[in-house]
DNA sequence: TGCGGCGCGATTGTATGCAATCCGCGTCGA
DNA sequence: TCGACGCGGATTGCATACAATCGCGCCGCA
């Protein structure tokens, strides 16, 4: 239930910790981070904690240096439009699969079970969501809507398309994180109708509606440091939905899920 | 002149050996990866090896168990047409922003010494790929046509992009690896204007060029593996070119370049 | 007073050693 | 004959120890 089930490896949890740390704002850009220190805050050696700073270097959160150390990176906010830019394209595209794979397409014959696990599990996020539309609570807000969205990468069952958007939604959120603006409860509801069309297995629907959701929240998000007129401009705009190939050509990969 | 011209520190040595043996097919999916089988290879001891493949888990390219080890991922074969629709978006916006900085937008006044002499390897670079043309060096072309993608991606002065491509142009060669069919010299000539536009400041033909440019490559791989009307629907549809605002907005961050 | 070189503390980089875990195989029992 | 149990080798996970490197402040010198 925890984000990660199978978590519980001590340099997993260093990443997650040292991640959420640096998105949340507790550890601003540009501090450094010594291994010594994290180690000991951890109560681990240097060892696992030196593993985790080369992940979440290759994820872009930290910059090292040889034999001078690691800084929390900079907030890559003259580039927020490029990220929802992506996102918008790699949303559309796990939505789409996961509608597909909820027709049985791509070589299973029927969603396996791991699907209908994360299916329930979101069904779940929608009623929590909806509380906490009803509570106001906004921060709750904001952690079910990550996870929804990782939920939908999940469905999809594209492993390189879930790690791109991991990324990818951390540094939104890491954006987010520069002033109080918090994501509205406006948009909440769309979760739902996304989910419709991917359990009805409408490919084309659950792309479509992923689109305009994340484009939706990209505007929100422009609106707040762009002048009106450009984000009229973008709004203007009808959405993109790039084409993509329904691809049912190769079974499912061999060597993987072990 | 070697891709990286800082590199040194073995870990990165190792990630980058590794992910090459990868996605040039020497290491199948599926096979086993013992630390102490690298270590010994590499002539080091087993604490950088696990750095490099921890790096290597978070890029994709591997996957492993706690206290199991770690094995070759599978090639993400059935998500090839979803990842060049994320490309594309992706590299739409590095060649937008590319041009957007040569006109010196983006905080700076003009264009740093750093982006120049990017400019200038890129330059030596289309020059080498003529060449390579025309003695019909495909293995050459493919290095070369990698190499110009990520360079305009340098261009663009984003770090998480540029992070972002380089897993995803890295995921994409490894598909290419799956036959013998080499990225024809066809669409070489295109880098040259896709350069000419971002020289000239030009961000919307950038973008353009570029959105044909990564369409039409996407195209040709997938003629390989997709009915042809599938591909010729594709083909029919026009450009998708997210509309991207231009963020003048925020001058360069404060922390990173150090 | 300004500046260049030098040494020390701090930190990173890596090797080694040992405990924990897992997988495969042989043995025992029904 | 078949299945369950248990043991041994192999491998991972981590802590400790030590060498290498860097930044920074101090001192000497012009």
Redesign the pocket.
Known sequence: MPASPSEG???VVLVDALRREIVDGSLVPGT?????SV?RRH??????V??ALRALEAEGFVV???????RVAAIPVDEADDLFAVREALEISTARRAALRARGLFGEPSPPEDWWRTRRELGQLLDDGDEAVEAGDLDRLVELNDRFHVGVARLSGSATLGTLLRQLSNKIEWLYALDTFSRGKRLWPDHRRILSAIDAGDEAAAAELMGWHVRESRIGFLARTEPADRVADLRATPPALPPTIPSPTVPAPSASST
Chains 1, 2 share one sequence.
């Open positions: 490896t001590p340099p450094r981070i010594t291994e010594a180690a109560g681990v050696s240097r060892v696992p030196r593993e090292s240096t040889p034999n001078v150390g690691s």
